[in-house]
């Protein structure tokens, strides 16, 4: 009787001790399941592109989107048609990155808004070209002629920067390019008239005026071709950048994002779709 009462004692402590195992080894497995859930909620998998329509638009949505999927990122892409939500949107969270805009534009914006946004990497960018409305050709200029132009200050002070060039206005001397506005105009011997409106609304404005000033994406969203205008910037102080917030300068996702923009696949994505753009000055030195 005594052998059978130790018989099952020693019985149950073994069954004790095995379901002892078995339940560490369901916490054990529970913890890491929950490390591995921590893991994937730390590594970000979604990013939300802004863009103004046109050209921008086209290389997140048919190349630069496709390449970050095979990377197993979700990329989500949000147009815009004016110069303001985009950099708001990126400020507050509605965006990951956006863009649009050049340097000069979004230096001024953030501090003029307080946005601790900043820019992340150049992109292939549209000419900002003059483009012939009621005149075809440069030499059909004539006094009291009416020129479509920017409102935003920085693609503004481009335009005079232009008219200056051609000779159809003078600045006053030492204005800084970049800041130039309407006081800055030393003399109008062709009695130009300029007339701002928002950049979206500048192709739809040639038919009104003798010619636009009008930033490539617009022109290009349009149906304008760069190579039809007249008149193209002369120089490479104006390529666009991409902005994201300063507090994922050094995150993962924008290594990737920026190396897709920069990969071979891309360069050649671009030269088929954006023949004679402006290009980003790291490509020179890869």
Same mark, same amino acid.
């Given at each position: 009787?005594?052998?059978?009462? =130790?018989?099952? +004692? +020693?019985?149950?402590?073994?069954?004790?001790?095995? #379901? =002892?195992?078995?339940?560490?080894?369901?916490?054990?497995?529970?913890?890491?399941?929950?490390?591995?859930?921590?893991?994937?909620?730390? =590594?970000?998998?979604?990013?939300?592109? #802004?863009?103004?329509?046109?050209?921008?638009?086209?290389?997140?949505? %048919?190349?630069?989107?496709?390449?970050?999927?095979?990377? #197993?990122?979700?990329?989500?892409?949000?147009?815009?048609?004016?110069?303001? +939500?985009? !950099?708001?949107?990126?400020?507050?969270?509605?965006?990951?990155?956006?863009?649009?805009?050049?340097?000069?534009?979004?230096?001024?914006?953030? =501090?003029?808004? !307080?946005?601790?946004?900043?820019?992340?990497?150049?992109?292939?960018? &549209?000419?900002?070209?003059?483009?012939?409305?009621?005149?075809?050709?440069?030499?059909?200029?004539?006094? #009291?002629?009416?020129?479509?132009?920017?409102?935003?200050?920085?693609?503004?002070?481009?335009?005079?920067?232009?008219?200056?060039?051609?000779?159809?206005?003078?600045?006053?001397?030492?204005?800084?390019?970049?800041?130039?506005?309407?006081h800055d105009i030393a003399e109008n011997p062709m009695n130009i008239e300029i007339i701002t409106l928002e950049a979206p609304q500048l192709p739809r404005s040639l038919e009104d005026v003798d010619f636009s000033a009008i930033n490539g994406?617009?022109?290009?969203?349009?149906?304008?071709?760069?190579?039809?205008?007249?008149?193209?910037?002369? !120089?490479?102080?104006?390529? !666009?950048?991409? &902005?994201?917030?300063?507090?994922?300068? %050094?995150?993962?996702?924008?290594?990737?994002?920026?190396? &897709?923009?920069?990969? *071979?696949?891309?360069?050649?994505?671009?030269?088929?779709?954006?023949?004679?753009?402006?290009?980003?000055?790291?490509? *020179?030195?890869?």
């Amino acid at each position: 009787m005594h052998k059978i009462e =130790a018989a099952k +004692r +020693r019985t149950f402590k073994k069954l004790l001790f095995a #379901g =002892a195992l078995f339940i560490s080894g369901l916490l054990l497995s529970g913890c890491f399941n929950d490390t591995e859930k921590a893991d994937s909620t730390d =590594a970000k998998r979604e990013i939300v592109f #802004g863009t103004t329509v046109g050209d921008f638009s086209t290389m997140v949505r %048919d190349k630069v989107g496709p390449m970050l999927e095979r990377q #197993g990122y979700r990329v989500k892409l949000i147009e815009f048609t004016d110069y303001v +939500r985009p !950099n708001l949107a990126l400020a507050e969270g509605s965006l990951d990155i956006n863009i649009f805009q050049h340097l000069p534009y979004l230096e001024g914006f953030k =501090a003029q808004h !307080n946005l601790d946004i900043e820019a992340a990497f150049q992109i292939p960018t &549209a000419p900002y070209g003059l483009y012939g409305g009621k005149v075809k050709t440069l030499d059909g200029a004539y006094s #009291g002629m009416t020129i479509s132009a920017p409102n935003d200050p920085s693609n503004y002070a481009r335009v005079l920067v232009i008219l200056d060039y051609l000779g159809w206005i003078k600045l006053k001397d030492n204005v800084d390019p970049l800041t130039a506005s309407r006081h800055d105009i030393a003399e109008n011997p062709m009695n130009i008239e300029i007339i701002t409106l928002e950049a979206p609304q500048l192709p739809r404005s040639l038919e009104d005026v003798d010619f636009s000033a009008i930033n490539g994406n617009f022109a290009i969203s349009a149906g304008l071709n760069p190579k039809d205008a007249v008149f193209k910037e002369p !120089n490479f102080t104006f390529v !666009n950048w991409s &902005a994201v917030r300063s507090e994922d300068r %050094d995150s993962e996702w924008l290594k990737d994002v920026t190396d &897709a923009f920069n990969s *071979e696949e891309f360069k050649q994505f671009s030269a088929e779709r954006f023949e004679g753009y402006q290009l980003p000055e790291v490509w *020179e030195a890869q």
